[in-house]
């Protein structure tokens, strides 16, 4: 693998143009700031293990002076430690928050670009199912647990070329007597850390290589089962007007029990890591006393020096177990990363798919001329098949088209008319006017009403009388009370509502091309054909382009592409 297909070369390339961003000078001072805290926390270590070593020399020769002046010194302690830890504790959380700020403006501006949010979901290669929870969650966890793994391992390189300078003076020198020679060991103390860290991390690695595999796939079976909670939700009136609540339920139990397991396989691995962990804990506190009591009790040294080389050793074996202690939230955090990149990488495969010169792919044109214009327009499936062959015409304003034959193929032609459908060859030729695209379900977005008519248009380019009188002709007059009304559309209307405001819509905006993909379905053959007549009558320029299964739909348009 080369370098620069690496895991963190990859990440920095992701998300380490923060640091160089608009707002840099801040960031920039909140990173030295945040650095220089870091350093007083190790000097107050430093500062607690020499206070350490007085206070038991002090309690071993029971002088009530030094008691106090250690009780005076470790109140000053006390004040400074919660000054720089607070202090620290705020810059550190800043940071992360402005860091998820800038990924997640980054990774939603360019899933929502130009449509990439529905063309990447066609892409078959790579891993980027599930894009809400990799933006909403998956960020998060890769900014916030990128500078808390940051900072503990510089936390850690400071403490360990911090103590080990205090364990090697603290170690002195120890004879090996080998019976014929005597070998000198100075700072053995140093030694045994290192060997003991090295120890413990070489085994904590290779007992946590599983864990990471477990953390991605429980994410992934997460982020499965909460699409499914919202999907269903989204479509709650249509799951109960079809009774399908037990298939749903029966659904969402399968995908928990694949949780579960996932949760399961995670539970053992990390069950294993414990059980390193917990024992390393333990004897981190009683081997660097054990090891240092003969020279306390052969009088070589003080209490006060065994208690402080006790805890010199304590804090650079933590230094050097750092591998150890973090493996758990390293899997946790190489496991978003992974999950953000996957999706940062399709859309980055999907934009290079787009400007690449390719033949077979449709060209869309925009031209002065008044005209939708079809040359030699194939169309084709994923898996290759062709859908629509060599299709040449041209539709011009005023005209009714209807697109018989078949309603899938009908609904391709349509994406591929509005950008989102490039597979095929040929070119579509478009009027330099606005293309309105009525689908089967309108989007109506959580808010007031009318700006959920309005949208994505602003709702104050139109005029009250404009929304009643649209309302009323769409036969929604009991919805004019309510266009100032916050409510979650999508669930408290009904399929006709819905379709009969894409009409309103379609009536504010005035486009000149309009494309309906059984825009009417649910309205019956009289209500759809009264909508179909009232578009006409309004805009009467307008191109209209139909896809329907209403029969008598026939007699409304003018003529017939069919496909």
């Known amino acids: 693998m080369k370098f620069s297909d690496g895991f963190l070369f990859q990440f920095i390339r992701l998300a380490g143009p923060f640091w160089h961003s608009e707002n840099k000078a801040t960031i920039h001072r909140l990173t030295l700031a945040l650095f220089v805290l870091t350093v007083m926390q190790i000097g107050i270590a430093v500062v607690i293990t020499v206070w350490s070593a007085d206070l038991f020399n002090a309690l071993e020769q029971r002088s009530m002076t030094e008691l106090f002046t250690q009780i ?24 992360q928050l402005d860091w998820r700020t800038w990924l997640t403006h980054r990774m939603i501006g360019q899933w929502m670009n130009k449509s990439r949010h529905y063309l990447v979901t066609h892409i078959q290669e790579g891993s980027h199912d599930n894009p809400d929870g990799r933006i909403a969650e998956d960020v998060r966890i890769a900014t916030e647990s990128a500078i808390d793994l940051c900072h503990s391992l510089v936390y850690s390189l400071l403490l360990l070329i911090s103590f080990t300078k205090i364990l090697w003076t603290l170690s002195g020198t120890v004879k090996l007597d080998l019976l014929l020679i005597e070998i000198p060991i100075y700072g053995h103390l140093v ?21 990471t595999m477990a953390t991605d796939a429980r ?16 479509n709650s009136l ?45 004897l981190s506190m009683a081997f660097p006393i054990l090891v240092s009591a003969p020279r306390y009790i052969l009088g070589n040294i003080t209490l006060g020096a065994l208690m402080q080389s006790a805890q010199a050793f304590q804090q650079m074996a933590a ?22 990149l996957g999706l940062a990488n ?24 008044a005209v939708l214009r079809f040359r030699d327009l194939c169309i084709v499936r994923l898996d290759g098949m062709v859908c629509v062959h060599s299709l040449n015409d041209e539709i011009r304003p005023g005209e009714r088209v209807l697109i018989s034959g078949n309603a899938f193929i009908g609904s391709k032609l349509f994406k591929a008319i509005v950008g989102l459908w490039p597979w095929g060859e040929g070119s579509i030729e478009l009027p330099n006017e ?25 709702h104050e380019e139109y005029t009250q009388h404009e929304f009643e009188e649209a309302l009323e002709l769409a036969g929604l007059e009991e919805l004019v009370e309510q266009l100032d009304h916050v409510d979650h559309w999508t669930s408290a209307l009904s399929r006709e509502q819905r379709q009969r405001l894409g009409v309103v819509r379609l009536l504010l905006h005035r486009p000149k091309w309009i494309l309906l993909q059984e825009a009417l379905d649910s309205l019956d053959s009289v209500g759809e054909m009264n909508m179909l007549h009232l578009i006409a009558q309004k805009l009467p320029s307008a191109a209209i382009i139909s896809i329907t299964n209403e029969p008598m739909a026939e007699l409304f348009h003018q003529r017939r592409i069919v496909l």
């Open 191 to 211: 030694w045994l850390a290192l060997i003991y860290a090295a120890c413990a991390s070489m085994l904590g690695w290779w007992i946590g290589r599983p864990f």
């Open 434 to 458: 606005e293309v309105f695209f009525m689908p089967p379900r309108p989007f109506l977005p959580t808010g007031t009403l009318r700006a959920a008519i309005c949208y994505p248009s602003d």
């Open 319 to 340: 230094a050097l177990s750092w591998p150890v202690d973090n493996m758990a939230k390293v899997a946790e955090w190489r496991a978003s990363v992974e999950r953000v």
């Open 238 to 282: 249509a799951i109960a007007l079809v009774h399908g609540e037990t298939h749903e339920q029966q659904r969402f139990i399968t995908l928990f029990q694949s949780i579960i397991h996932a949760w399961q396989r995670q539970t053992h691995a990390w069950a294993h890591i414990f059980m390193l962990t917990s024992g390393y804990s333990v």
């Open 219 to 234: 994410q992934t079976e997460e982020a499965n089962f909460r699409f499914g909670l919202v999907n269903a939700r989204e």
């Open 72 to 95: 005076g010194l470790i109140i000053l302690i006390f004040v400074a430690n919660i000054a720089v830890t607070t202090a620290h504790f705020e810059i550190k959380r800043r940071l």
């Open 346 to 369: 399709a859309l980055d495969q999907l934009e290079r798919e787009i400007v690449r010169a390719d033949p077979h792919r449709i060209q869309l044109k925009t031209t002065d001329h």
